[in-house]
Nanobody
Framework: QVQLVETGGGLVQAGGSLRVSCAAS????????MAWFRQAPGKERDFVAG????????YYADSVKGRFTISRSNTKNTVYLQMNSLKPEDTAVYYC???????????????????WGQGTQVTVSS
């Protein structure tokens, strides 16, 4: 029902910042809870951050708390992930995911999200 496209990935030095975006190229995400996952080579896909449909509820993985911020603009049909104080271990492909929900809970498992973008590469050099 929605098609997602991630942008904003790239190469950044450790300690730097980067913002990735997830825009719905088709459909609307205004009634969807959204999340960012990441997957490094040879590793499993991990939850990074999630946000409810209203934007009033957020949840972060312990590894990124205090460094990353998830936000959304329903008028722009876009979800953002601001990444600060980046570390080499943050290097991964970052994926945007969506699940229709008007609740406040943020799902933490990948299988709970039926809609996914193609991912954007984030590389942090040491």
């Amino acid at each position: 029902q929605v098609q997602l496209v991630e942008t904003g990935g790239g190469l950044v030095q450790a300690g730097g910042s980067l913002r990735v975006s997830c825009a719905a190229s088709k459909g609307s995400v205004s009634t969807y809870r959204m999340a960012w996952f990441r997957q490094a080579p040879g590793k499993e896909r991990d939850f990074v951050a999630g946000i409810s449909w209203s934007g009033r509820n957020t949840y972060y993985a312990d590894s990124v708390k205090g460094r990353f911020t998830i936000s959304r603009s329903n008028t722009k049909n876009t979800v953002y992930l601001q990444m600060n104080s980046l570390k080499p271990e943050d290097t991964a492909v970052y994926y945007c995911a969506a699940d229709y929900s008007l609740g406040t809970a943020v799902a933490l498992m990948a299988y709970e999200y039926p809609y996914w973008g193609q991912g954007t590469q984030v590389t942090v050099s040491s």
